[in-house]
């Protein structure tokens, strides 16, 4: 992979969730010694140990006592990010680029800041402005991408991927996967195969490679290439709790509802946070709603709500539960969250569609009553 800035290491260990070779190449850039020619150096170091008050406060003398500079406005904006001032590392970004407006990395950096931030366009646009300024600059078109495909820009960002994968070789497995991920969305599931199964051939050993085939085969419906995907995880590593998860999930689809449990029930062994544990939850539900055991569904589902209220499977098939019991209320609230988590949910909007059908036949046969006894 090509070297990591210095800034950019900063920002991102702060902001991002990254790779397993990305973090490797992160740590041996952060354990360097700081370079004592660089005025900037100490406070650097300081941000690498995640001391940013310290950090914060060093920049600020430097500012006083130097006068303004791009490269310690933009330093103290990184410490600020990590004090969670965003704002006013914004601001600081923008006052290094007022003074130096040639600087990619700052650039770069105050794009990650609006992505993290959820500012899509702004970041997008911050992202463009460090390529113009540095045509060859890895991180900016890699994070361009991932912000396209966050925005549901797939095609720009399969753009930007096909480009890293002639800047950045040594890293195209990783490309590849993302760019299958872009082609997935848009259901284009024929390059999404091809780039992900060309990726598994460059990282045979990574796991998350094969889970990311195997939903694109749930897609497709190919559910026994799924299958054998998420078993492969499982064989490189038997305790990958995503793998046992997805093929929970594939199970599920495949109406191997013991089997599905089974799974679920291996996670919930494996002390899954709250989040995995509503995923659990809800595809135990969906087990259950195969096995016709209805109220056990109900049970299962309204746990996996109450452990995270931001699963839209959870609401899914407590509906189809409630559907079956003909609580039809519940069915048109649960549809109406799930709907607004997931505004694309055919399910939801049938299922919520059928519920009023049926909400109005009691009503016209409540007032029928009514009527017939006057």
């Known amino acids: ?221 190919r559910f026994n290439e799924a299958l054998a995907d998420c078993n492969k995880a499982i064989e490189i590593d038997p305790k990958y709790k995503a793998a046992f998860l997805s093929r929970a999930t594939c199970y599920l689809r495949m109406q191997e509802f013991k089997k599905c449990l089974s799974d679920c029930d291996y996670v919930a062994k494996i002390n899954p946070d709250t989040h995995e544990a509503s995923v659990l939850m809800s595809i135990s539900a969906g087990a259950m709603n195969g096995l016709g055991e209805a109220n056990k569904a109900v049970e299962f589902a309204s746990r996996a709500i109450d452990l995270d209220a931001n699963v839209p499977q959870a609401y899914a098939e407590r509906a189809v539960a409630c559907n079956r019991l003909r609580q039809y209320l519940q069915v048109v609230q649960d549809c109406d969250k799930l709907i607004s988590l997931d505004p694309q949910s055919y399910e939801g909007h049938i299922c919520r569609a059928e519920a009023l059908e049926r909400l109005a036949d009691q009503d016209r046969q409540i007032a029928s009553r009514i009527k017939s006894a006057h």
């Open 1 to 221: 992979m090509i070297r990591q800035y210095k800034h950019i290491l900063v920002l991102a260990l702060i902001l991002f969730s990254i790779s397993i070779q990305a973090q490797i190449v992160l740590a041996k850039e952060a354990a360097k010694p700081p370079n004592k020619t660089d005025p900037n150096a100490l406070g650097i170091d300081m941000l690498n140990k995640k001391r940013f008050q310290e950090a914060a406060n060093y920049f600020e003398q430097l500012i006083r006592i130097n006068g303004p500079s791009a490269d310690t406005f933009n330093d103290l904006g990184l410490a600020l990010i990590g004090l969670k001032s965003y704002d006013q590392a914004c601001k600081d970004f923008s006052v290094a680029i007022s003074i130096d407006p040639n600087k990619s990395l700052i650039y770069l950096n105050r794009g990650n800041l609006y992505c993290s931030l959820r500012t899509y366009d702004k970041a997008i646009q911050d992202y463009s402005k460090a390529i113009a300024l540095n045509p060859y600059l890895v991180s900016a078109y890699d994070a361009r991408a991932k912000t396209s495909n966050t925005a549901g820009l797939y095609q720009k960002a399969i753009i930007d991927y096909t480009k890293l994968l002639s800047l950045d070789p040594h890293c195209a497995e990783i490309y590849l996967d993302n760019r299958a991920y872009s082609y997935r969305k848009l259901g284009n599931y024929e390059n999404a195969i091809k780039d992900v199964s060309q990726a598994i051939n460059l990282a045979p050993k990574v796991p998350i490679v094969y889970l990311d085939r195997a939903a694109i085969f749930m897609e497709m419906k």
